[in-house]
């Protein structure tokens, strides 16, 4: 049980477009869910927290306009990337919460051109 | 700022040793830590955890300590195996009065399995 996916995996687009990761918790509802960001040989840093049918918390230094959440229901948060560029390219990791247990995602890679 | 950090970016073992990844966090306000298996591209993965009433927790093969005193957090692999190879985090949390926040991550080791 406790399963959370990603979709996509792996995502390349053009810089100035935007790009959709959507997080989903299989087996169990969520109530708050959370999006990490990655670089390599680096460690997961918090970008925000969501709760659902709530507006998101962001970590300091984090753009809430250009990264966009929406936690619509107990399932699904989505983080869209707007006008991305290349610095943006990383590994993005979702995780949902139940209970006290936080449960990852299998990560989406996104390369900006 | 708070921090969780670690003491080696990276371990190198011969195959059947013993493991031990370290980890230092600097909230005392943390009451439960989390180790973490990462493999490369993939999401990290549960290994084991402790809360800070324990000093001590034991897995298959791995085993966690505790040390309040010094703010310090251990991660034991027994009989270390080639699939063992990743890079390990430890996480803490807190509990503050109006619920968890998310977990911190550490800066990471990474765990080679020599053959």
């Known amino acids: 049980g406790a399963v959370v996916s990603q979709h996509p995996s792996r995502v390349i687009c053009k810089s100035g477009t935007s790009v959709k990761i959507e997080c989903r918790s299989l087996d169990f509802q969520a109530t708050t869910m959370f999006w990490y960001r990655q670089f390599p040989k680096q460690s997961l840093m918090l970008m925000a927290t969501s709760n659902e049918g709530s507006k998101a918390t962001y970590e300091q230094g984090v753009e809430k306009d250009k990264f966009l959440i929406n936690h619509a229901s107990l399932t699904l948060s989505t983080l869209t990337v707007t006008s991305a560029h290349p610095e943006d390219s990383s590994f993005y990791i979702c995780?949902?919460?139940?209970?006290?247990?936080?449960?990852f995602g299998p990560g989406t890679r996104l390369t900006v051109t | 700022g708070e921090s969780v950090g670690l003491h080696l970016p990276t371990l190198s073992v011969q195959e059947g040793d013993n493991s031990i990844i370290n980890c230092a966090y600097s909230?005392?306000?943390?009451?439960?830590f989390i180790w973490y298996k990462q493999e490369s591209g993939k999401g990290p993965q549960f290994i084991i955890d402790?809360?800070?009433?324990?000093d001590k927790r034991q897995g298959q093969r791995v085993t966690v300590l505790l040390n309040k005193t010094v703010k310090h957090l251990s991660l034991q692999i027994a009989a270390t195996q080639p699939g063992d190879s990743a890079v390990y985090f430890c996480a803490e949390n807190i509990a503050p009065g109006t619920g968890r926040r998310a977990l911190t991550f550490g800066s990471g080791t990474r765990l080679q399995v020599q053959p």
């Open positions: 402790i809360r800070s009433n324990m």
């Open positions: 995780s949902a919460r139940a209970e006290y247990e936080q449960y």
């Open positions: 909230n005392s306000a943390s009451d439960y």
